[in-house]
DNA sequence: ATGTGACTTGTAGTCCGTG
DNA sequence: ACACGGACTACAAGTCACA
């Protein structure tokens, strides 16, 4: 069960490439700053609302955010 | 908030496309099979790992299955 | 600006049925 | 085989004090 590790990695990818603090992005999602942090350190079970409410936020389409070949492996 | 729609559309998709039924994909998923179809019918909104679950027990890969015309438009 | 532990409330997810 | 509902338990959502 690492899907949840893999997206808080991609999620910080992603904010660091576009110069975000995770506060920032915390805010544009309309999310806790603290869930933020738990999330991209991969603690959190995140549900596929906030999910989508993160990807969202960093400006990019689903299909875009999981094209990494960090969920290319079965 | 439709990911969750457009996910369940996509599992139904993936599974009619495998000739399985609700009941032995949510076996294989290792979830409920009532589960299934309210996820299916985006009902619910599922957390991650159980995305991760429904995904492998469809035989591909996060990456292929976020690849869908469905989920490139934000 | 990031991280953690602890906590309450809402709902995810299960299990039993029905048509 | 699929969909739905009621009753239940497990756990995610959401927030806070603190470092």
Redesign the pocket.
């Known amino acids: 069960m690492n899907l949840q590790l893999q997206f808080g990695e991609r999620v910080r990818e992603l904010r660091l490439a576009k110069g975000l603090?995770?506060?920032?992005l915390a805010y544009k999602a309309g999310?806790?700053?603290?869930?933020m942090?738990?999330v991209?350190?991969g603690?959190?079970?995140?549900?596929i609302?906030?999910v989508e409410k993160i990807i969202t936020a960093l400006d990019i389409s689903v299909s875009e955010f999981f094209k990494s070949d960090t969920f290319k492996h079965n």
Chains 1, 2 share one sequence.
């Open positions: 603090s995770q506060e920032a999310i806790d700053r603290t869930y942090t738990s991209e350190n603690k959190r079970n995140v549900s609302q906030n």
